[in-house]
């Protein structure tokens, strides 16, 4: 029986993946074992609650298999199982969103590969990717509107990953005039603005928008005054070679009943 042309392209899709999935397992073991792999998160405030922080740990660990540390850098002194906690007091940031700056102090006690996730992500596939992508560089996602503008050329820093120190810059100029950052709206505007020169975009396909790429944005509505999908879709379609569903702005993950959502973010 002749394959019709979804079929067709979901068997590309999954032999594209196949092939990155092959050519990252080849290059990490080129990789110096010698260099740390941190994986971080950040919490400040009561925006995510400490479930969010365990669930990150729990996916990273099915789907990490190089050694690895998690950490969270966070205004909360009380610890979580397999999570070392970094922590620094809440700033109080009058306006916009800037503890992510913190990151990149060159003092915090960190050292080799930083892979830095936002807690509201959904990691559904394996990671060893991300950890041998660009291994001595700074990469980052070219923002979800790409899915609407060709040409959109902005940073999304929902997963990014550096070496320790090298990006010190973006804490260091942050201190020295925190004024002239906060004209932004936070800091990833910050974080674009002083490294656009120097980050590479991780593959489209392997870090993506679940309200705009994944589902699509006119499945939303606003509901009780917060913004979510109309129905439950137990039937998306995610690209094999996609590790990483993120939820920017609502919903948020624990907002959505979608198969894929509760069989992963947990």
């Not at 609502?250 to 959505?256: F, G, K």
Request: hydrophobic share 35%; aromatic share 12%; proline share 4%.
């Amino acid at each position: 029986m002749e394959l019709s042309k979804d079929e067709h392209r979901r068997i590309k899709r999954e032999a594209k993946a196949a092939k990155a999935l092959a050519r990252a397992g080849k290059q990490l073991d080129s990789l110096d074992p010698a260099i740390s792999i941190t994986i971080l998160c950040v919490r400040f405030g009561n925006k995510y609650g400490r479930e969010y922080v365990e669930r990150l740990r729990n996916m990273v660990r099915r789907h990490l298999t190089v050694p690895y540390e998690l950490a969270c850098l966070t205004d909360d002194q009380h610890p979580i199982d397999g999570v070392r906690t970094i922590y620094q007091p809440n700033a109080q940031y009058a306006k916009g969103w800037w503890h992510k700056v913190h990151m990149f102090d060159p003092n915090l006690p960190l050292k080799g590969r930083i892979i830095y996730m936002d807690l509201d992500v959904v990691i559904c596939n394996s990671l060893n990717k991300l950890v041998s992508f660009n291994a001595n560089g700074f990469n980052g996602i070219l923002d979800f509107n790409r899915k609407f503008h060709a040409s959109w050329n902005c940073l999304n820093s929902s997963v990014m990953s550096w070496t320790h120190g090298e990006e010190k810059y973006l804490y260091e100029k942050f201190v020295a005039k925190p004024g002239d950052a906060q004209r932004l709206h936070g800091d990833q505007d910050w974080i674009w603005k002083l490294s656009k020169d120097r980050i590479k975009w991780w593959p489209k396909e392997w870090i993506q928008s679940y309200k705009w790429e994944i589902r699509n944005r006119s499945e939303l509505a606003i509901i009780h005054g917060k913004r979510t999908f109309r129905e439950v879709n137990n039937q998306v379609f995610v690209d094999p070679a996609c590790c990483i569903a993120v939820f920017h702005g609502d919903p948020n993950p624990c907002d959505v009943q979608d198969k894929f959502v509760v069989e992963n973010w947990r």
